[in-house]
């Protein structure tokens, strides 16, 4: 007989050369050819199943200071999916019953002619199991490997499986849950119908749930259940807006770049007789009336100057220059932007600060930054709020693709230097943050809505990005990325990680934030909790039966600021580290001094690279 695998390796365990040879020649007799290996105590059975796979175990019931059973119990042990035989010259039924009770394939009396079909037969068999586990192992390891969220549910609702990916995005374990519990925070009635019996065909919706984006496509199985798989695209959702808003921009800077060039004709012609004109007539009121004419038509220009620069299509002098040493020098012109009733101060720490930008064009970024945060903190029309506050800061960091893709979809990745401006005027709505660079668009009685236009053209047309984070009645932080000119030698080393297994939790009431920060801890081999709030937080700390070595909290949270969670969490777990996360900046969210709270600070948007730079230098000062 040919085996499937090759040749048929068996071992015997027998006490008794004699017995063994005579096995052996029976299964010659038999047609079976196999290499055949005696062992006769524990430790032989044990160290031959561990050494190598075998196709079937053939044992004698009674061996001197020692059993067939005590072999049984050691291969069930180690886990082997193959044949045990038993073969003996006398027992009883009821042993060879207790045989087959504890998981013998069979029961076979020496030199009996039985035994070679029923080792054949239990090799088929073997060869089927595995087989079907090895088509298991791939169906589970596609299911689980699936970026998709997967789960089944029976005739009566209930869901009987849901993957790893799954229990990710939905952000629980499967339980005792039916299918619409399951969804329970979804709202519509087309996803409540579609979740209850009887199932019917559905190819792809989409629904919200927990502030996640969620595409569902439903299956009925045979059995009348069904197959759901749901997958999370809200970062996809958010690439697609900045691509439409990339697109929009460069469809209204075509238009607009038409628009200034036929409006600086109408200028050249006015200015250009206006200045024959002046020369004609003598000193008096005309020629006062030819300034009037003048000052409008160099107004003009200078709105066409901005029409341009949302057209990109201005002229630019670019120079190496280092951002703190340019934005210190200009800091009485942004002071007086700022008016005498906010407070502005100015923070650029960026260790490699070096750029290629027009100076005049970054002072007039800069300005309309200022200007426009001064103008958010202003009371229905009236000066700043007392407290208004304005921060100018820099930093350096690294994107990868898709993070720099999520900032502005023509950025690639790189060594990047931020230019932030952060108020904490009274912030705007997301329908608003969506629309604040389009041209003309404006929420103010006053001005031209080319402000924010013109300063998300010129960065563009300098190959950089903007990003704006904003909340209502707490602020606005603009940040502007523009690639660094960083020699390679001098970008910092990747920090390493720290040996041993850590517990982090993240508190963020943003789910797609509180996503993203898992997945990148996970993926950095950290075990990871979450919460939405800093109540939440507590309680999950209080379920725990090991400590959390590092927390990761957003410093505004909808029910603590997250310096009062870390103190609180303090009492409990005094080895503690703590990183902060935020859109406004460090500088700007007056965090409590090292001295009472050690923490270190990622800004958002979190990019994954200084997440786990500061969170490797966290564990690894925990350790010192």
Same mark, same amino acid.
């Given at each position: 007989?040919?085996?499937?695998?090759?040749?048929?390796?068996?071992?015997? @365990?027998?006490?008794?050369?004699?017995? *063994?040879?005579?096995?052996?020649?029976?299964?010659?007799?038999?047609?079976?050819?196999?290499?055949?290996?005696?062992?006769?105590?524990?430790?032989?059975?044990?160290?031959?199943?561990?050494?190598?796979?075998?196709?079937?175990?053939?044992?004698?019931?009674?061996?001197?200071? *020692?059993? #067939?059973?005590?072999?049984?119990?050691?291969?069930?042990?180690?886990?082997?999916?193959?044949?045990?035989? *038993?073969?003996?010259?006398? @027992?009883?039924?009821?042993?060879?019953?207790?045989?087959?009770?504890?998981?013998?394939?069979?029961?076979?009396?020496?030199?009996?002619?039985?035994?070679?079909?029923?080792?054949?037969?239990?090799?088929?068999?073997?060869?089927?199991?595995?087989?079907?586990?090895?088509?298991?192992?791939?169906? $589970?390891?596609?299911?689980?490997?699936?970026?998709? =969220?997967?789960?089944?549910?029976?005739?009566?609702?209930?869901?009987?499986?849901?993957?790893?990916?799954?229990?990710?995005?939905? =952000?629980?374990?499967?339980?005792?849950?039916?299918?619409?519990?399951?969804?329970?925070?979804?709202? =519509?009635?087309?996803?409540?119908?579609?979740?209850?019996?009887?199932?019917?065909?559905?190819?792809?919706?989409?629904? +919200?749930?927990?502030?996640?984006?969620?595409?569902?496509?439903? $299956?009925?199985?045979?059995?009348?259940?069904?197959?759901?798989?749901?997958?999370?695209?809200?970062?996809?959702?958010?690439?697609?807006?900045?691509?439409?808003?990339?697109?929009?921009?460069?469809?209204? =800077?075509?238009?607009?770049?038409?628009?200034?060039?036929?409006?600086?004709?109408?200028?050249?012609? %006015?200015?250009? &007789?206006?200045?024959?004109?002046?020369?004609?007539?003598?000193?008096?009121?005309?020629?006062?009336?030819?300034?009037?004419?003048?000052?409008?038509?160099?107004?003009?220009?200078?709105?066409?100057?901005?029409?341009?620069?949302?057209?990109?299509?201005?002229?630019?002098?670019?120079?190496?220059?280092?951002?703190?040493?340019?934005?210190?020098?200009?800091?009485?012109?942004?002071?007086?932007?700022?008016?005498?009733?906010? +407070?502005?101060?100015?923070?650029?720490?960026?260790?490699?600060?070096?750029?290629?930008?027009?100076?005049?064009?970054?002072?007039?970024?800069?300005?309309?930054?200022?200007?426009?945060?001064?103008?958010?903190?202003?009371?229905?029309?009236?000066?700043?709020?007392?407290?208004?506050?304005? @921060?100018?800061?820099?930093?350096?960091?690294?994107?990868?693709?898709?993070?720099?893709?999520? %900032?502005?979809?023509?950025?690639?990745?790189?060594?990047?230097?931020?230019?932030?401006?952060?108020?904490?005027?009274?912030?705007?709505?997301?329908?608003? $943050?969506?629309?604040? *660079?389009?041209?003309?668009?404006?929420?103010?009685?006053?001005?031209?809505?080319?402000?924010?236009?013109?300063? !998300?053209?010129?960065?563009?047309?300098?190959?950089?990005?903007?990003?704006? !984070?904003?909340?209502?009645?707490?602020?606005?932080?603009?940040?502007?990325?523009?690639?660094?000119?960083?020699?390679?030698?001098?970008?910092?080393?990747?920090?390493?990680?720290?040996?041993?297994?850590?517990?982090?939790?993240?508190?963020?009431?943003?789910?797609?934030?509180?996503?993203?920060?898992?997945?990148?801890?996970?993926?950095?081999?950290?075990?990871?909790?979450?919460?939405?709030?800093?109540?939440?937080?507590?309680?999950?700390?209080?379920?725990?039966? $090991?400590?959390?070595?590092?927390?990761?909290?957003?410093?505004?949270?909808?029910?603590? %600021?997250?310096?009062?969670?870390?103190?609180?969490?303090?009492?409990?777990?005094?080895?503690?580290?703590?990183?902060?996360?935020?859109?406004?900046?460090?500088? &700007?969210?007056?965090?409590?001094?090292?001295?009472?709270?050690?923490?270190?600070?990622?800004?958002?948007?979190?990019?994954? #690279?200084?997440?786990?730079?500061? @969170?490797?230098?966290?564990?690894?000062?925990?350790?010192?």
């Amino acid at each position: 007989m040919q085996f499937p695998g090759g040749t048929i390796h068996i071992l015997v @365990v027998e006490d008794t050369e004699v017995d *063994f040879e005579l096995l052996v020649l029976q299964l010659l007799e038999g047609g079976v050819h196999a290499e055949c290996t005696r062992v006769e105590t524990a430790q032989q059975v044990r160290d031959a199943l561990e050494r190598q796979d075998w196709d079937a175990i053939i044992s004698d019931y009674s061996l001197p200071g *020692f059993s #067939g059973l005590e072999a049984l119990q050691i291969h069930r042990e180690v886990g082997r999916l193959i044949p045990f035989l *038993f073969t003996s010259g006398t @027992v009883g039924e009821q042993a060879a019953v207790e045989c087959m009770r504890r998981g013998a394939q069979d029961f076979v009396l020496k030199g009996h002619k039985r035994l070679v079909p029923a080792l054949l037969r239990e090799l088929e068999e073997s060869q089927k199991r595995k087989e079907a586990q090895a088509t298991q192992d791939r169906h $589970r390891q596609i299911v689980e490997s699936s970026v998709s =969220g997967i789960f089944c549910a029976d005739c009566a609702g209930r869901v009987t499986f849901l993957n790893e990916r799954g229990e990710e995005i939905l =952000g629980k374990a499967l339980g005792q849950d039916s299918v619409v519990e399951l969804f329970s925070q979804a709202r =519509g009635a087309e996803i409540a119908q579609a979740l209850r019996p009887p199932y019917l065909e559905i190819e792809t919706f989409a629904f +919200e749930l927990d502030g996640k984006d969620l595409h569902m496509s439903l $299956r009925p199985l045979q059995d009348g259940g069904v197959l759901g798989q749901f997958t999370d695209v809200t970062r996809e959702r958010s690439l697609e807006q900045r691509l439409v808003l990339s697109q929009k921009m460069e469809a209204l =800077g075509r238009l607009a770049s038409g628009v200034a060039h036929d409006f600086n004709n109408t200028l050249t012609v %006015i200015l250009g &007789f206006t200045g024959l004109l002046r020369e004609e007539l003598p000193v008096g009121n005309a020629q006062e009336l030819l300034s009037l004419v003048e000052d409008a038509a160099e107004r003009g220009s200078a709105l066409s100057r901005q029409i341009l620069a949302v057209a990109r299509q201005q002229e630019l002098n670019l120079e190496t220059i280092e951002l703190r040493h340019h934005v210190d020098s200009i800091q009485p012109l942004l002071r007086q932007a700022a008016g005498p009733h906010v +407070e502005l101060e100015i923070r650029c720490e960026a260790e490699h600060d070096r750029v290629r930008f027009d100076p005049n064009l970054l002072l007039q970024v800069l300005i309309n930054l200022t200007v426009n945060a001064k103008d958010a903190m202003k009371q229905q029309g009236e000066r700043p709020a007392a407290g208004s506050r304005i @921060v100018i800061s820099c930093a350096d960091v690294v994107l990868d693709e898709t993070q720099a893709t999520l %900032i502005d979809s023509r950025l690639g990745p790189g060594h990047f230097v931020t230019l932030a401006v952060s108020d904490n005027g009274l912030g705007m709505d997301e329908e608003t $943050r969506l629309r604040i *660079f389009e041209p003309f668009y404006t929420t103010k009685s006053h001005g031209t809505g080319l402000g924010l236009a013109s300063v !998300y053209g010129t960065v563009a047309q300098s190959g950089g990005g903007v990003w704006v !984070y904003s909340e209502l009645n707490r602020g606005t932080t603009f940040k502007i990325y523009l690639p660094c000119l960083v020699p390679p030698e001098q970008i910092p080393e990747e920090v390493p990680k720290p040996e041993g297994d850590y517990l982090l939790l993240v508190v963020d009431d943003c789910t797609a934030t509180r996503s993203l920060v898992r997945e990148v801890l996970q993926r950095d081999g950290y075990q990871v909790l979450e919460a939405a709030s800093g109540q939440e937080a507590l309680r999950r700390i209080e379920d725990q039966s $090991r400590s959390v070595d590092l927390l990761v909290s957003d410093v505004v949270l909808p029910d603590l %600021i997250g310096p009062d969670l870390a103190l609180h969490l303090r009492d409990r777990l005094p080895n503690l580290a703590v990183i902060f996360t935020s859109g406004y900046g460090a500088e &700007f969210c007056r965090l409590p001094p090292p001295e009472k709270l050690s923490h270190r600070f990622v800004d958002k948007p979190i990019h994954s #690279g200084d997440l786990l730079r500061k @969170v490797r230098q966290a564990l690894s000062d925990k350790n010192r």
